[in-house]
């Protein structure tokens, strides 16, 4: 029975890719950094250690070289014992593997030609410009409130001003929360619906091999010569689109957490009542296929 590795090795390059193009923070879609009033920016910090760097283990301590002229150098490196180990007993003769046959994707071209995968990317793009667009306008409003604070600054007293100072730092702030949740949902929605894809493809990539009896497939872009014959990448699009033709997208203003959270998130179940709003069945694997 033919063997795959696992869905993030397929898959995973692509799918973070897609994921990036069609929903980018909202931060860097500004053009810079946050705005904050001049009175109130904090100063600058260093930046925070990664937890991971904290796990990791401490580097091998440099010592200096020694001396070209000191006897230490010309010393030759120490003779460490070499404890015993057991012998490898022989092992019992087994049946050899099958013959490769031997096929090419690309998982890329795949995504460029489903129509899911459109779909996701039309909808979440539009999502992704709209954002951007919002926080440029609220930059806009934070800059312009800012200016005629100190254009008045004069005419206003000292409480006035750390008044209104404070006013705009928390507008500030609130709208920074705000998009940074709806920038999430963007990014959570763009994962539910790739998923959708990435499990629907990673078996049409299983079925259109076999059928061609493929019992190896290798990601086109690793492969420096193949034949027409072994590349299924159109077949395997066209398998995807037949089967997989939308996927089920979390509607703008629905959190996706909140989502899978209430028990509510559709199913093919659905697909009996309606049109298919839901990811594709996971089909149980047949006795002994891994």
Sequence with gaps: MMRFSTRTALLGAVVLSFSSALVPSAQAQSGGGWFVP?????????????????????????????PADSQEADQAPPVLPLPPIPSAPEVAKEAPPPTTVIGVISVGGVM?????AMQVERTLGGRRDELAQDLQK?????????QKLQAQAKSLTSEQIQTRERSLQARVMKAQRDFRNRNRIIQEAAQV???QIER????????????HGMNLVLHSEQVALHVDGQDITNEVAVQLNKILPSVFIPEANVDPEELAKSGKMPTTADADQGP???????????????
């Excluded at 001049?38 to 020694?66: D, E, G, S």
């Excluded at 460029?112 to 899911?116: F, G, I, V």
């Excluded at 629907?200 to 059928?211: C, F, N």
């Design 38 to 66: 001049k009175t109130q920016q904090p100063a600058a910090q260093a930046p925070a250690q990664h937890p991971a760097a904290a796990r990791r283990a401490p580097a091998p301590v440099q010592l200096p070289a020694p």
């Design 112 to 116: 460029r030609q489903s129509s899911a």
């Design 138 to 146: 609220e930059q806009a409003g934070w800059r312009d409130e800012q």
């Design 193 to 195: 619906s790739l998923g």
């Design 200 to 211: 629907e493809l990673v078996q049409v990539i299983q079925k259109v091999a076999a059928a």
């Design 276 to 290: 298919r709003t839901g990811p594709a069945p996971v089909v149980a694997p047949a006795a002994g296929q891994q």
